[in-house]
Nanobody, 124 residues
């Protein structure tokens, strides 16, 4: 199976930037669609965005559009979430997820593998 490990979280000032990484094990990484979700305290886990297996297509939640960028480097088995213009409401635990086939990309149930999450804190 695929093992996912997020990193790059931390404390950042509002308006600042942060890049999260999700390192995946296995040689089949390139065959998986990847996504980022986040969950703030007391909130439902929500979809942030995703990227196709080839990296040719990216998808973003409305709240992320224009500020966040998802990319992947299949040679390094890594997917990234570049977050710019961070807001306090972006604070959450961020999770990466993977699936061979995704029908409904915004659905948590669509994904087969999940990372442990990395905390992002945004100060005002």
């Amino acid at each position: 199976q695929v093992q996912l490990v997020e990193s790059g979280g931390g404390l950042v000032q509002a308006g600042g930037s942060l890049r999260l990484s999700c390192a995946a094990s296995g040689r089949t990484f390139s065959s998986y669609s990847m996504a980022w979700f986040r969950q703030a305290p007391g909130k439902e886990r929500e979809y942030v965005g995703g990227i196709s297996w080839s990296g040719g297509r990216t998808y973003y939640a409305d709240t992320a559009k224009g500020r966040f960028t998802i990319s992947r480097d299949n040679a390094r088995n890594t997917v990234y979430l570049q977050m710019n213009s961070l807001k306090p409401e972006d604070a959450a635990v961020y999770y990466c997820a993977a699936a061979k086939k995704v029908v409904v990309p915004t659905s948590l149930g669509a994904y087969d593998y999940w990372g442990q999450g990395t905390q992002v804190t945004v100060s005002s």
